[in-house]
């Protein structure tokens, strides 16, 4: 099984440029998260979608946008990249929104701006 | 607010010795309490969970008990091996922020030398 699946693996992008990370999951979970790992932050919650059809920010944030297609899939968008977003970006799924449920992670996407 | 502290690592262990991460936690009500594990270049992976007190999550020859009256959840295991170098990661599961939403700590990373 797949999993939770990410693309892409790695990206360099440069400043004021823009980029989608483009993450799907094939458990039939209900919820999806992004998360952002930076050196000694441990992760930090950008955007979750407790169902299909709804999306609520996270602790930061700001610079991203985020998509919930279908139940499947749920992208995130840099518009406009910054330097200070230059991170590893994971996407994780559950298969409901609770105190109990586990997450299930990508493999990450490595991105550096320039 | 909801937050976890675990000790800094990095932690290096010969292989057989005793390991023990320390994770202690701030929440009100009763948060539900995840070990995560994450390999080199890989995403984070459940190790165990605990979802009241008292509880002891048990995974790979991985424990932790969750201690209310301390506020606690240490991981432990008793013969740590070479392939158990990894970074682990402490996480809480809380209601008052995003739903469903994982608390991390920082994350300790494991060395077990042969």
């Not at chain 2, 909801?2 to 936690?25: D, K, R, W």
């Amino acid at each position: 099984n797949a999993g939770v699946t990410q693309t892409p693996k790695f990206q360099v992008l440069k400043t004021g440029q823009s980029m989608t990370l483009q993450c799907a999951q094939d458990m039939n979970h209900n919820s999806m998260y992004w998360y952002r790992q930076d050196p000694g932050m441990g992760l930090r919650l950008i955007y979750y979608s407790a169902s299909e059809g709804t999306t609520d920010k996270g602790e930061v944030p700001n610079g991203y946008n985020v998509s919930r297609l279908n139940k499947r899939e749920f992208s995130l968008r840099l518009e406009s990249a910054a330097p200070s977003q230059t991170s590893v970006y994971f996407c994780a799924s559950s298969e409901e929104p609770g105190l109990n449920q586990p997450q299930h992670f990508g493999d990450g996407t490595r991105l550096s701006i320039l | 607010g909801n937050s976890v502290t675990q000790m800094e690592g990095p932690v290096t262990l010969s292989e057989e010795a005793f390991l023990t991460i320390n994770c202690t936690y701030t929440a009100t009500g009763y948060p539900s309490l995840f070990w995560y594990v994450q390999y080199p270049g890989e995403g984070l992976q459940l190790l165990l969970k605990a979802t009241k007190a008292d509880d002891k999550g048990s995974n790979k020859g991985f424990e932790a008990t969750y201690r209310k009256e301390t506020t606690s959840f240490h991981l432990e295991k008793g013969s740590v091996q070479v392939s158990d170098s990894a970074v682990y990661f402490c996480a809480l599961s809380n209601y008052g922020g995003s739903q469903g939403n994982l608390i991390f700590g920082k994350g300790t990373k494991l060395s077990v030398k042969p």
